[in-house]
Every structure is written in C-alpha cells, then in structure tokens.
C-alpha cells in the first residue's frame, strides 16, 4: 500500500507516545493510514475547506485529512498524552494543522474556522450522538457546516438514515433528514481499530440542505417528535395528549390518522403536524 505522508507508521506514533487505548475516553483507533484517506475523500474535495475534527487521538484520520488536501484542520482532543503526537503531524504540514486540548462539547470549535467548513471525525461513541445533535440544531439555518462525515456505531449510523417502519426510525432520523441528506458511505468491521470495539462501526456522510425540506418550526417539530417517540407504540392521539387538548382535530388536519403510530409517520407528515399545532 502506499504511503500517505513521511510520518512514521501509527502503531510506532502510539508505541513512542505511550498511546495505550484508555476505553473512558472511547479510545478505539484507527490505524490504516490507508483506511483512513479513503475516509477522507468521502468528505468530498477538501482543498478548499476547514475541517473540523474531533478527537484526532494519535491522528490517523487527521492524516487522512491533510493528505487528501485540508486546506486546514481544527482538532479538538480530550487526551492530553495526544498532544505530541500531534504536533509532530503539525510540524510536517505547517499551518495547516492546530490542535485545541479540551472537551469537544465545552469548546466553540467552528467559531474559530472560516467557510466552507466540514466536519470530519472518527467519534468517541460516548459523545457522538450529543455532539451530531448539537451541530443540527444550530440556532439558525443553513449552519455554518456544509458536510459532516462522521463514524458511529453502526445502529447509530442506522438510526441516523432509517426511512419509516423501520426499527431505527425516530427522532434521529428526522432531525437529520429534515434539513440535511444523509447516507451510509463506509461500513467497517471492529477489526478495523485498535482495540476493536465489540460492534460495527459506519461513516454516515451527511449534507447541509440549504433550507428545511418541508416547512415548520424547529421547536414545535421537535416537541412532536419527541411527544410521539417518547411512547412510539401508542397511537399518535394518545402520545400527543400533552401537546394540545384539540390533538386530534390538529392531526387530521395534517393529514394524519390519530390512529396512526409515529413511526409510520414520514417527515412530511411530522412537519405538517409541527404547522397545525403552531397555528392559532
Ligand atoms: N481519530 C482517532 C482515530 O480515528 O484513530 C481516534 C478516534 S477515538 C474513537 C476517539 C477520540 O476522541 C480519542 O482520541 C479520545 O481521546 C477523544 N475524545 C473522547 N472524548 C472526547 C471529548 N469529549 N472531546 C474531545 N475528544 C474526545
């Protein structure tokens, strides 16, 4: 395989930096440098782009970034026994690679990037979800992200593009469909890392829309969302109660059955619900 940059191997980064995986942090790295560009080039053409990566850890996928031509990279680390094997990645690539030391969900990462800005990460598993959430629930839309290439578990993954009837689908699914494209790119085995995690991992890639595939009310959509997801087996008109007192007069004129269950319910359907309980 060919090499991808001058950096030593990453089993001797982690063998000369101590790097031993430590599982509170999520710690379950990737090795294959070659894995890890093909990675990057899901991210699209990133020559013209800040990325934002979180937990670079001994920097495998960071590598894959600035290899496959990050015009710049933002890695934000938890593991403070990272930082030098990262430097020495900065030294190789100058000013194009700065690390900041902390908890990716204290720090305004994209504060500091100018667009276009992608995101790109090979996500501690104990953080992910919150931080996909946050990063699609920015107060206004489009957000400053246009891309977000991002490995979860895979039954994260799966709930992230589920379609309705399925298992996987809720609240997830469309928060992510709603405003952005999303689809599986990659799927790896747990072989793929070290350590390997006890489940599949899958890079979902993920595309800001410029503006909401159907119309509604973020906070109202997502309080319906989570109302009918809360108690997903029971009928939307006994799920919903609390949202208003008319719920099935406001169903119906979304369209909806009150009989219906919320996972039978498509985006379309959620949205045009959220705009007949905003009104008067
Ligand atoms: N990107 C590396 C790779 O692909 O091999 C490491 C991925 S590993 C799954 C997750 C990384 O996130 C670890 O380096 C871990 O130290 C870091 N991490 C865990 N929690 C974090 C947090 N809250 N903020 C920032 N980094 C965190």
Redesign the pocket.
Same mark, same amino acid.
């Given at each position: 395989m060919a090499q991808i940059d001058p950096l030593p191997p990453l089993r001797d980064v982690i063998a000369t930096h101590g790097l031993s995986a430590r599982k509170s942090? *999520?710690?379950?790295? #990737?090795l294959d440098l070659n894995l890890?560009a093909r990675i990057a080039r899901v991210a699209g053409d990133l020559s013209g782009s800040d990325i934002l990566e979180?937990?670079? *850890?001994?920097g495998? #996928?960071t590598r894959g970034l600035l290899a496959e031509g990050a015009r710049r990279v933002l890695a934000?680390?938890?593991?403070p026994r990272?930082l030098p094997a990262l430097a020495e990645i900065a030294a190789a690539y100058p000013g194009q690679l700065e690390v900041i030391e902390g908890?990716?969900?204290d720090v305004d990462a994209l504060a500091h990037l100018t667009p276009p800005i992608r995101i790109a990460a090979?996500?501690?598993y104990?953080?992910g979800t919150e931080l996909l959430v946050r990063w699609l629930t920015p107060k206004e839309w489009p957000p400053v992200w246009s891309s977000m290439t991002l490995m979860f578990q895979k039954e994260v993954a799966e709930r992230i593009v589920a379609a309705p009837g399925s298992k996987a689908y809720g609240r997830l699914a469309l928060l992510a469909q709603w405003r952005a494209d999303a689809h599986i790119a990659l799927h790896l085995p747990p072989e793929a890392f070290t350590p390997p995690p006890k489940v599949s991992s899958a890079v979902v890639h993920l595309t800001a829309l410029p503006k909401a595939r159907f119309e509604a009310d973020a906070a109202v959509l997502n309080r319906v969302v989570a109302a009918g997801f809360n108690q997903r087996r029971k009928m939307l008109r006994s799920a919903l109660k609390g949202i208003a007192p008319d719920i099935e007069d406001r169903l119906i004129a979304a369209g909806l059955k009150p009989t219906d269950r919320a996972e039978q319910v498509p985006l379309e359907g959620f949205c045009a619900l959220a705009r007949a309980v905003a009104a008067a």
């Open positions: 942090l *999520g710690q379950n790295f #990737l890890t979180v937990g670079p *850890g001994p495998g #996928l934000v680390e938890k593991d990272c908890d990716a969900l090979n996500l501690p104990n953080v």
